[in-house]
């Protein structure tokens, strides 16, 4: 394998105007945001962009050297197509550097209005192989492509060398077992479809009961899980509840962790991925600075020297304050198993 000289960027996400700003002061090489409405698939209440915060946004990063992407990834609802072109008219008109979109429809949009609007094929769109990237190359120009978060490191080494449009993966952030925000058990609890409403779990569905059996979390009504005193209540999300299976109580679907990849960002360097994704953009300012500082400080070991590179056991604190269940994993990407 030839020595790869090329730095990867780091992605970072950004909720607010605070957390660009996070982001870009502990060394981000870009940041992608959405606006604060259905076109992108972190629309959660106070969290988002006005077209004026994201113009405040473009020109600090700009004055940085640093890029801005614009997340348009969730599908057009029908007889609503105006509303996502709108944002894509927004995203050149505000001159953000790439936007980030799934729905093929809105891309052929992209490419027939503003040719030369960079376009990056969003995580939301499945990708998993060189010939679907390759087929949205030909079609509608796509520069990057983000893969889902089910591909092992062999097959994103594969995908690497068959196709010239550059790879992004996801180095740090919650993980989801469905097909990348296709979640159905989401859609049957709240009816709200993450690629329509652009949310998982919607704020409108969450309550919490303080009950004598200890602080319940339902979503629409549906117990997700109960926290007993003291014990540290996350977010309820349906995959990530506690259920009764046999009698006891356990998570039947997918317990809470996130993705940890700083142990191989050497060799995900070497097969020449493009770019290195944070997971977030729900996440507070405090939490993307100090990630992307903690990947930052690797990024910049591996591009110093990737055959002395090693984990330091300070990144991996500071990372585990921020997992979710504080727990991490390396996912798909290392399956010892097979």
């Known amino acids: 394998m030839e020595t790869r000289t090329s730095a990867l960027d780091l992605v970072a996400p950004a909720g607010s105007l605070a957390a660009l700003k996070a982001a870009l002061n502990a060394g981000a090489d870009a940041v992608y945001l959405g606006l604060k409405n259905a076109t992108n698939a972190r629309n959660f209440a106070g969290l988002n962009f006005t077209e004026a915060d994201v113009r405040a946004g473009v020109d600090l990063a700009h004055s940085m050297g640093r890029r801005v992407l614009f997340a348009i990834n969730t599908f057009p609802q029908a007889g609503r ?68 978060r089910v591909l092992t490191m062999t097959e994103i080494g594969k995908i690497c060398g068959q196709t010239s449009v550059e790879i992004e993966v996801f180095g740090f952030g919650s993980l989801c ?19 329509n409403k652009g949310v998982c779990s919607p704020a409108h569905a969450v309550r919490w009961y303080e009950t004598d059996s200890g602080l319940d979390a339902r979503l629409n009504g549906i117990l997700i899980d ?69 990947l930052r400080a690797a990024l910049d070991a591996v591009q110093a020297d990737a055959a002395r590179y090693s984990v330091k056991p300070d990144w991996l604190t500071a990372l585990a304050r921020h997992a979710e269940g504080a727990q991490v994993t390396q996912g798909a990407f290392d399956r010892p198993w097979k």
């Open 226 to 294: 109960r926290y007993a005193e003291g014990e540290p209540a996350a977010y309820p999300t349906l995959c990530k509840g506690r259920f009764d299976v046999e009698g006891q109580a356990d998570y039947a679907i997918e317990e809470p962790a996130s993705l940890n990849a700083l142990g191989l960002l050497p060799a995900i360097h070497a097969m020449g991925v493009s770019a290195i994704k944070i997971e977030g953009r729900q996440r507070s300012p405090a939490y993307v600075g100090q990630v992307v500082a903690t």
């Open 81 to 148: 197509t105006q509303e996502w072109r709108a944002a894509v008219d927004a995203a050149h008109a505000l001159q953000a550097d790439a936007v980030i979109m799934a729905d093929p429809g809105l891309m052929a949009y992209t490419r027939d209005r503003y040719p030369d609007l960079r376009l990056h094929m969003s995580v939301q769109g499945s990708a998993t192989h060189a010939d679907a990237i390759e087929l949205m190359r030909e079609q509608f120009g796509i520069s990057r492509v983000v893969l889902p």
């Open 177 to 195: 077992v469905m097909a990348e925000g296709r979640c159905l058990l989401s859609s049957y609890a709240t009816g709200d479809s993450p690629n």
